[in-house]
């Protein structure tokens, strides 16, 4: 009794103790909120006008495509009213290819061979890591709702699908990894395309009807068409040569070390210039947002016809998605760097929501750059070496979209999958999602390399079709919080490595600095001697 006694009053304690905090808190609050003033309301508006301009530009946008839908209007009247959206669109696309240059470049001269070999690994090691997360979630989600259960007689759209062959898919993608012509790499990427030849054959027979040879031997000539691969090109961004080619590029730049310095401040200076044209263009994106989920939304197809097959699709794709992106890529950032998550993804709202307008990770790009950046006080050096290669081969949204997507092909087929099937699934959808263009639905092309490894009908993606609008831009919004979420945890995990760099950059100054005045005759003032503020970016 008397040691009961004894530990009786610390409980207590403890509790008063957080009663106590409780009520501390509660009346700060309320002091706070009693306190603001005009000044405090007009400041906040200001520091998150873009946010709130980009939240209200969805909103309308929503309201605006529903109240349109009765009026039906025609594909020309749409084009028309979707056109200030096809005009933001062009305008993040302008600057994509100089940005992502630039941003690679200055990022890898920044940094000495063994930081930025630190940097990658990390970077490679976070996205191979969320993508399998995943998949994973993709595969167990379609399994366990099992959207593909009913008759396939509610389908009734089917067409045809080019046929892609997954050895000459991930041919096409070592071959953009290292294009010919770097100038040409601005415009167009490489892809297989197939064509017939025909073959003549002869055939040694014993009968009428024959040919008779040199030797006295009797042959049937044989003709037959085959399709062979052919090299070819699409107008497209080959974003992952550019890529392949900057990182390279920087590497010299900066073990040139002075040699390499005009150059290195010539990209500097254009990627400054670049990140003032996307601050302009940002006042722009919330018309052009709001103009662009209209349009989709007035030309989008009738909901209520939606078959229950289709519907449950839906809602298992967004269910693993939002498991992916508000439970797992949250939960690791914490992990890893121990600070709120919230507050981080609070900073990338606007990049978030342009995702969702554009549908474009590429053509996000510029906004994701300013809001880490300015919001989230990421390393410029991190940004420009982690954000481009993420925004080309960091596709979380995708990979779990093709997984789940190919498993639901084949419940609809009514074909079961063994273990081998759905781990192959799981590695092609991996693989096709590091080949996926930053464009808006590029997951439909890969997705004939994931259904084609397994056997399962191309022409089937079809049937998905009529949703893939809007989940597509939900994967893409999944991919932009990865990508982000990837920098900021590469910023952490490398932060002593950078601070190392900025003391070796200012040592280095200070040296170059002390020859170039001992080498030139002329009085120096004290002022000279000391760095002169220069940018470690």
Known sequence: MTQSNGENPAPRSRVQQLRQGIQDRSTQARKTVQNITKDDVKGFLTRNAFVILTIAAVTIGIILGFGLRPYKMSYREVVYFSFPGELL?????MLVLPLLVSSLITGMAALDGRASGKMGARAVVYYMTTTAIAVFIGIVMVLIIHPGKGSRDEFTKQEKIEQV??????????????PPNIVQACTQQFKTQYGKRVVHMKIAVSSVNVTEDANNSLFHEVTREEVIPV???????NALGLVVFSMGFGLIIGNMKEQGQPLRDFFDCLNEAIMRLVA???WYAPVGIMFLIAGKIVEMDDITQMGSQLGMYTVT??????????VVLPTLYFLVTRKNPVVFIGGLLQALITALGTSSSSATLPITFKCLEENNKIDKRVTRFVLPVGATINMDGTALY??????????VNNMTLNFGQILTISITATAASIGAAGIPQAGLVTMVIVLTSVGLPTDDITLIIAVDWFLDRLRTTTNVLGDSIGAGI??????????????????????????????????SEPDNKTPDGESNM
Not at 89 to 93: A, D, K, S, T, V
Not at 502 to 523: C, F, H, R, T, W
């Open 317 to 326: 794709v967004i269910v693993g998605l939002l498991i992916h992106a508000i």
């Open 490 to 523: 590469v910023a952490h995990l490398s932060r002593h490595e950078l601070q190392g760099a900025d003391a070796e950059m200012g040592n280095s100054v200070v040296e170059e600095k002390d020859k170039s005045y001992q080498l030139i005759p002329v009085s």
């Open 89 to 93: 669109m062009r305008m993040l696309q």
């Open 231 to 237: 090299l070819g090109t699409v107008n497209s961004i």
């Open 402 to 411: 093709e997984a789940l997507a190919a498993i639901f092909i084949a419940q």
């Open 165 to 178: 062959s997954p050895a000459d898919a991930f041919l096409d993608l070592i071959r953009n990894m290292f």
């Open 280 to 282: 302009i263009i940002m």
